[in-house]
């Protein structure tokens, strides 16, 4: 018969080795969303600083996993930003928290502008990719990239935010599960000395 301390060794030795001391796995933003408002750009891009001012009237278009609830036409708040450069050497002013942001159904979505990996204005049309984190209510803050591209009067815009997907093992996980394999081994090795 086994003594109770031997069968507490293999009970431990089996939650270390399960993940069972691990904390909740991290919960990534996921899906895209999309918005369409009007700007203006205060002239095109080049050497000099370009302002990118939105309007008021930014409002939902569409969206997928956890942004598909929410109804078409929510209104969305924009704050600008400025960049000097053009095209892949553009550079963002500096970070933008948050680009933007919207309420809907009591939880929040919002949007932090890191950086610009191309931009361009002229005077018919605008256009910008970039990466960022997104926040939303519930969930941690999730790296994302961006797009924005318009043409025409008063520059109607689409605006698309998505993420990856992709889960990645949380390094406290496979720290405590690489614990449990250590520990397990440690008792077979003591009880094989033992006997």
Not at 41 to 54: L, Y
Not at 57 to 73: E, H, M, P, R, V
Not at 131 to 152: E, P, Q, W
């Amino acid at each position: 018969m086994k003594t109770p301390k031997a069968i507490i060794s293999l009970v431990v030795c089996f939650l270390f080795a399960t993940g069972a001391f691990s904390r909740i796995e991290a919960t990534p933003v996921s899906g895209s969303i999309s918005f369409f408002g009007s700007a203006t750009a205060s002239g095109s891009s080049g050497p000099g600083s370009t302002t990118i001012d939105f309007g008021t009237n930014w409002d939902f278009l569409t969206g997928t996993g956890i942004y598909s609830s929410i109804l078409f036409l929510t209104p969305a708040t924009f704050n600008d930003f400025s960049f000097t450069g053009d095209g892949l050497t553009a550079a963002l002013g500096g970070p933008v928290a948050p680009l933007w942001s919207l309420t809907y159904s009591g939880n929040t979505y919002s949007f932090d502008l890191l950086s610009l990996t191309d931009a361009h204005v002229d005077s018919t049309a605008m256009g910008f990719t970039g990466t960022g984190l997104l926040h939303a209510t519930g969930y941690d803050n999730t790296v994302a990239s961006f797009g924005l591209t318009g043409t025409g009067n008063n520059y109607i815009f689409t605006l698309s935010f998505t993420t990856d997907t992709a889960t990645v093992p949380e390094p406290g996980s496979a720290t405590l599960v690489g614990l449990g394999v250590i520990f397990c081994a440690a008792i077979a090795y003591r009880r094989r000395r033992t006997t």
